[in-house]
């Protein structure tokens, strides 16, 4: 059974750093284009990152762009979100996704087949 675990968030000071990871089992997680996406309180879900499966690349939204960075450990089977320079209005619960798309889009979560249960991530001072 194809699973998605995400882990790492918490509660941080405006200006720090975290890095969430999304471990994949029940399939090879090199095969997916992963996406993480988060969901503030009373806010539609928005895409963060994706990773793509077939060559790598990666898009962000603007509102992260030069503070998260997105990368993929195939041998760990775990894709990580690094983010640094963290704001209040980062806090979400954060979910990765993952599609048999090639195509790495933020647009559109049912694009995305398979979810995580999420990690709650909290900028406060």
């Known amino acids: 059974q194809l699973q998605l675990v995400e882990s790492g968030g918490g509660l941080v000071q405006p200006g720090g750093s975290l890095r969430l990871s999304c471990a994949a089992s029940?399939?090879?997680?090199?095969?997916?284009?992963i996406g993480w996406f988060r969901q503030a309180p009373g806010k539609e879900r928005e895409g963060v990152s994706c990773i793509s499966s077939s060559d790598g690349s990666t898009n962000y939204a603007d509102s992260v762009k030069g503070r998260f960075t997105i990368s993929r450990d195939n041998a760990k089977n775990t894709v990580y979100l690094q983010m640094n320079s963290l704001k209040p209005e980062d806090t979400a619960v954060y979910y990765c996704?993952?599609?048999?798309?090639?195509?790495?889009?933020?647009?559109?979560?049912?694009?995305?087949?398979?979810w995580g249960q999420g990690t709650q991530v909290t900028v406060s001072s």
């Open positions: 029940g399939f090879t997680l090199d095969y997916y284009t």
């Open positions: 996704a993952a599609t048999l798309s090639y195509h790495c889009s933020l647009y559109d979560p049912a694009e995305y087949g398979s």
